[in-house]
């Protein structure tokens, strides 16, 4: 080997990229000289027994509490519009989604998605569509404070010797917090996945966001929210379920609260709430499939309708109205599809080519055959429709059936029960279906 190759050789071997940082360690090294040694918990004191809580404080009833928590939905959902506008809510103390705002205080938002610049200029329209009096616009400008990390990142967690760990950032955020004396109720990322260590560890490094996010949780106990995108089944799908979100389970299993926004379609809306939406209106369904402190609220969606930047709640049918309204649907829907049956047997007695019940159905388009059936069952036995059969002697034509549906007036009804007898021209078959005796001699 020349002197040359023999020099680069040792600069290579030199190099801190080739060298194993662990090679010099002995077991002694890896013990971790920042933590004190493990001692037993002290017993439960009387005062600590008779002090402790059952639930964090609560900042929005059946909703938010000072735990972490997850708001998952597809792309495009208006995620981040109504998390500002949740966030005015919460910051004047004002009713949010019909939901009563325990605990006031001030936001932050850290996002690493959208531009300082954008979300104050949404949250200057959320502020106008909501109508708020100046002085309530200077609180919100004062008490919603914005960290914009989508340029100089920061992340919640890192890899430590191939292991997901919690970052500098959270406990930096608790002492930044701290020391300006600004005491947030809710702060909030938004993405998650721009605040981790990537999607390669699906489960660890949703693990290491969870445990980063109740540093902050526990240092300013708060409500700890992530924004979370959905996953492309999920999102295809309208998922509600407390892993709707993509990735793994570990966020959804570490989180004590999971909401999920999904579109909802103005036929949806319509049932839900009896609300109609307008040509310049849009709408999204917040589920709740999980808050651990509060009874189950899986059964109470809510309907949120966008127009511009104000966001207002459809409130829910009471029950006793949704039954109402289903019934009126249902008798509708089945007056439609009776009269449907009626003008199809109509129309092809009158064309020559009556249908039996088999042609009758598959003749009406838009409802389902079951439906199709049992709505002609119905119109049978009131005596609206008819089942004529061919007289005997006369041929079939056309492999035609040997009996086909009529349809009757009032009168035709009438006289059938009375007397048992149809109107002759019903009675008597069409060329299409049959021809008599005498004309095949």
């Not at 949740?86 to 325990?102: D, K, N, T, Y």
Request: charged share 25%; net charge neutral; hydrophobic share 45%.
């Amino acid at each position: 080997m020349s002197a040359a190759a023999e020099r680069v050789r040792e600069l290579v071997a030199a190099s801190p990229m080739f060298q194993d940082p662990d090679d010099d360690l002995t077991p002694a090294d890896l013990v971790d000289d920042s933590a004190a040694r493990w001692a037993l918990p002290a017993a439960i004191g009387s005062a600590e027994l008779s002090a402790a809580r059952l639930t964090p404080r609560c900042i929005v009833e059946n909703y938010l509490f000072a735990v972490v928590g997850a708001l998952i939905g597809p792309g495009g959902t208006s995620k981040t519009t109504a998390a500002l506008h949740e966030s005015v809510c919460i910051v004047l103390g004002l009713p949010m989604w019909g939901l009563a705002v325990v605990t006031a205080g001030p936001v932050l938002i850290v996002t690493a998605e959208d531009r300082r610049e954008f979300l104050v200029a949404r949250l200057r329209e959320v502020c106008r569509a909501m109508n708020l009096s100046p002085a309530q616009t200077t609180r919100v400008r004062e008490m919603v404070r914005i960290d914009d990390r989508t340029v100089s990142r920061r992340r919640l967690t890192m890899i430590v010797k191939d292991v997901v760990e919690v970052s500098a950032f959270a406990h930096d955020i608790v002492a930044g917090c701290k020391a300006e004396g600004f005491a947030p109720v809710l702060v909030q990322f938004d993405p998650l996945v721009s605040f981790g260590v990537g999607e390669a560890r699906v489960n660890d490094a949703e693990q290491g966001a969870i445990d980063a996010l109740r540093v902050i949780v526990a240092g300013l106990d708060c409500c700890v929210r992530v924004v979370h995108h959905s996953g492309k089944a999920g999102a295809r799908e309208k998922i509600a379920d407390m892993y709707a979100g993509r990735g793994g389970s570990a966020l959804a299993d570490g989180c004590r609260m999971v909401a999920v926004m999904q579109p909802a379609d103005a036929a949806e809306v319509a049932k839900a709430t009896g609300r109609t939406l307008g040509a310049d209106e849009s709408a999204v369904v917040l589920h709740r499939p999980k808050v651990s402190h509060a009874p189950p609220q899986n059964d109470r969606p809510l309907y949120i309708v966008r127009k511009g930047y104000l966001f207002e709640l459809a409130a829910p049918l009471a029950v006793e109205d949704r039954r109402a309204q289903d019934e009126a649907r249902d008798r509708e829907r089945d007056s439609a599809l009776r009269g449907a049956l009626l003008d199809a047997a109509d129309a092809a007695w009158r064309t020559g080519l009556p249908l039996a019940q088999r042609g009758l159905v598959e003749a009406v388009k838009g409802f389902k055959t079951d439906a199709k059936r049992e709505a002609l069952g119905r119109l049978l036995g009131e005596g609206w429709l008819h089942d004529v059969r061919v007289p005997p002697g006369w041929r079939l034509v056309n492999n035609a059936r040997r009996t086909y549906i009529v349809r009757l007036t009032a009168d035709d009804r009438d006289a059938l029960r009375k007397t048992g007898a149809l109107p002759v021209d019903k009675l008597t078959p069409p060329p299409s279906i049959a021809t008599p005796p005498e004309a095949t001699q």
